[in-house]
């Protein structure tokens, strides 16, 4: 038992032993980019904005030397996984995980971010140029609602972000993918009465649209929605969850508030 003991200390890895293997130099070059790692003082900020949580799987795309998946991990207790494409860069960020004992959380893999299956992803976390943002966008967008999305220092064109953190290593911004809400849906309270047809158009998270000639404007934030219009002279609003072509929520006209269901047609 000793003798096992002893050879597991010898095999241990700390950060120094990574560096002596390799250290990568800030601006070398990489697939599509080069590298500069984030400011450490930006990651906790932008793992709080993005809501991370034990319950969560983080996918770092572009992870560099892992710093944002083993953060995600260490200090918020999240599975992570980081894509990254260049093989030195890959046995570097793992040899760190390792030095944290974070093997059983944090995995670092060879991948293109463009091939790479992070659909099962809870939160995705970005450091890449505008353009590869918006060379993702339209994966993103086709991922499950509610997962937030998290970049360093750069947009998605002009899908606005939900919130943004400022520190002094720099800003982050957060989207959520939003329910696909587009269409014609006719709502019904529980017992079948007082329909009201609703047509919607959506651009990212924002709606409006039309009901009974009245305008309708209203967000989404994830699978949730909210939307008012006026129903002749009474403001009326909408509060739901959207789940594929069915939304279920509360509609409320001044006091009244009545539980109903919308199809769409």
């Given at each position: 038992m ?22 990568p ?28 949580t034990p ?8 992870a560099?030397?892992?710093k944002?998946?083993i ?27 390792e ?26 976390t ?33 899908w ?13 911004y ?41 305008a ?27 789940d ?17 269901t919308?199809?769409?047609?």
């Amino acid at each position: 038992m000793l003798s096992v003991a002893l050879a597991s200390l010898a095999d241990a890895k700390t950060r120094a032993d990574c560096e002596k293997h390799y250290t990568p130099q800030r601006g070398q070059e990489g697939k599509d980019v080069i590298w500069v790692p984030i400011e450490d003082s930006v990651v906790q900020p932008m793992l709080v904005m993005a809501g991370v949580t034990p319950a969560d799987k983080v996918y770092d795309l572009g992870a560099g030397d892992g710093k944002i998946s083993i953060a995600a991990a260490k200090g918020f207790g999240a599975t992570s996984v980081g894509v990254e494409y260049d093989p030195d860069l890959v046995k570097h960020a793992q040899c760190l995980v390792e030095a944290e004992g974070l093997q059983k959380r944090v995995k670092i893999i060879r991948g293109d971010i463009f091939e790479t299956d992070f659909s099962t992803a809870t939160v995705i976390t970005l450091y890449l140029l505008p353009d590869l943002n918006k060379r993702l966008r339209p994966t993103l967008l086709e991922m499950k609602p509610g997962t937030r999305v998290a970049s360093y220092s750069f947009g998605m064109g002009d899908w606005s972000p939900d919130a943004q953190v400022e520190t002094d290593g720099g800003v982050a911004y957060l989207w959520v993918v939003p329910a696909k809400v587009g269409g014609a849906w006719t709502f019904r309270s529980q017992n079948g009465n007082e329909p009201f047809d609703v047509t919607l158009e959506q651009t990212f998270q924002n709606v409006r649209g039309s009901a009974g000639g009245a305008a309708v404007t209203g967000k989404l934030n994830g699978a949730q929605i909210h939307f008012v219009f006026m129903d002749g002279d009474e403001p009326t609003s909408f509060t739901g969850i959207v789940d594929g072509n069915r939304i279920s929520g509360t509609i409320t006209r001044g006091l009244d508030s009545k539980d109903c269901t919308g199809m769409r047609n």
